[in-house]
């Protein structure tokens, strides 16, 4: 994997997705030369301190990987783009703090303050355009294998606080989002990074606390 970014500065992967045909892979990329730096610790301001601080924001990038050509598909100067993932159309869905709303809970750097929403652009890296309008927050986006999306969806309607983290569905476009088991979760509190079981209708994901990572005990959901 440096052979493979050894172009980019110093920095992170947030999400990665491998084409159909295994010849190029899209990932997310911050940049974040000093985030080991004492600083960190002391700042509750997050990309808000870009450029002087400790991390610009996530972009996508796109790699041959025949070739080793890298090419950039998104750019803005603060948003964060993470957790790509292709349609069988050549279209990449993914998460971004584009909308620029702000997390009911408030909090660390950690949570960098903004959520996320689904967006969606071409594989040129033209006709961007935003898929959700979550005032929580839409991520860990994969394509099902009768084409649907399928995420995790963070929202509070007529749920109690530890039961808001389920997985959704919607159509490549965006319409028809719906959850695709039952709405109301009891355990885990979150289920995230689900894909789907090849040759089955099962899903498998991590199951996670409310404000944690994908991280977790692993779930088999029917």
Same mark, same amino acid.
């Given at each position: 994997? #440096?052979?493979?970014?050894?172009?980019?500065?110093? &920095?992170?992967? #947030? &999400?990665?997705? =491998?084409? !159909?045909?295994?010849?190029? =892979?899209?990932?997310?990329?911050?940049?974040?030369?000093? !985030?080991?730096? $004492?600083?960190?610790?002391? +700042?509750? #301001?997050?990309?808000?301190?870009?450029?002087? &601080?400790? +991390?610009?924001?996530?972009?996508? !990038? $796109?790699?041959? =990987?025949?070739?080793?050509?890298?090419? #950039?598909?998104?750019?803005?100067?603060?948003? +964060?783009?993470? $957790?790509?993932? !292709?349609?069988?159309?050549?279209?990449?869905?993914?998460?971004?703090?584009?909308?620029?709303?702000? +997390?009911?809970?408030s909090g660390s750097f950690f949570q960098d303050k903004k959520i996320t929403n689904l967006y969606k652009v071409s594989p040129d890296g033209r006709n961007l355009r935003s898929m959700s309008n979550n005032k929580d927050f839409d991520r860990y986006t994969t394509v099902m294998h009768d084409g649907q999306l399928l995420f995790t969806r963070w929202e509070y309607q007529e749920r109690h606080l530890w039961h808001t983290h389920n997985l959704w569905t919607a159509r490549p476009d965006g319409s028809y989002t719906e959850a695709i088991f039952k709405q109301h979760n009891h355990g885990p509190m979150s289920l995230r990074d689900a894909r789907q079981i090849p040759g089955s209708k099962k899903l498998v994901a991590i199951g996670g606390g409310h404000h944690e990572w994908a991280q977790g005990a692993v779930f088999i959901i029917d």
């Open positions: 994997m #440096q052979r493979l970014t050894a172009s980019l500065p110093a &920095g992170h992967m #947030q &999400g990665m997705d =491998l084409w !159909y045909e295994a010849d190029k =892979l899209v990932f997310a990329w911050a940049n974040q030369p000093d !985030y080991f730096k $004492e600083v960190m610790w002391e +700042s509750d #301001q997050g990309f808000d301190d870009w450029p002087n &601080g400790l +991390s610009g924001p996530s972009l996508l !990038y $796109e790699i041959d =990987l025949e070739s080793g050509d890298l090419r #950039q598909l998104t750019n803005h100067p603060y948003n +964060s783009d993470v $957790e790509p993932a !292709y349609l069988p159309s050549g279209d990449i869905v993914f998460s971004s703090t584009r909308s620029n709303f702000g +997390s009911q809970c």
